[in-house]
């Protein structure tokens, strides 16, 4: 018989000459569903991720659920009669965890099945409305947003003053601001000169695309007395 499916059975009988009677009716009853079996996710992105399964017959009702700890918590839970179960409005950057049951028409639910975990993909940072909030004669900060990263994504950050023709500085960091030159990462920055910054997300070997900036212009030092 087929998985979490209806049946319902009548039953007669037959004499010696072979006459049956009227068919009596048995209540319907239901077979059991079977612990979903797992596959692998599908659809990654920045924000998104779809959990896949299989298992039962087609219109089986699911429950799945994500969590980012491990289930120790869990952040959403969807119910679908789908073999799949796609979810949005993610952080980046982030490891997300799945299990699923499957519940059958008799109501039984089965134990949950663990689902294979994913990591979200890296979001490109973007640009904050101030970009450069002090700018001296040797140095100068620069900030930008996370981009909906989440919290400990880590940020490089570098300086060119050829528009990176060439580079000057770098600097990792896991916060989203840098500070270049004077008190900060680098040597002094020259002073009245035109510097390009850019920024990406990159953890280990991976990175965003380059996130530009924009440039600035480091103060000219005051002229000396002769």
Known sequence: ??????????????????????????PGTATLVTEPLAAQPSGIGTSSVTANWSGNSPGTMHTVQI???GFLTWNVSSATRNSYAAFANLFAN????FQVRATGHNGASTAWAALPSTRTLLAMPGQAGTA??????????????DGGNAPGTQYLCQVSTDNFGTLNLSSTTSGTSAWFGTGGEGPALRANTTHYLRVRAANGGAGTAWTLLGSTVTLAYSPGLS
């Open 94 to 97: 982030t490891a997300y965890y």
């Open 1 to 26: 018989l087929t998985l979490n499916t209806t049946y319902y059975p009548r039953v007669y009988a037959v004499n010696q000459n072979g006459v049956p009677t009227p068919a009596a009716v048995i």
């Open 132 to 145: 450069f909030p002090s700018v001296g004669v040797s140095s100068a900060a620069v900030q930008w947003t």
């Open 67 to 69: 969590s980012t700890d």
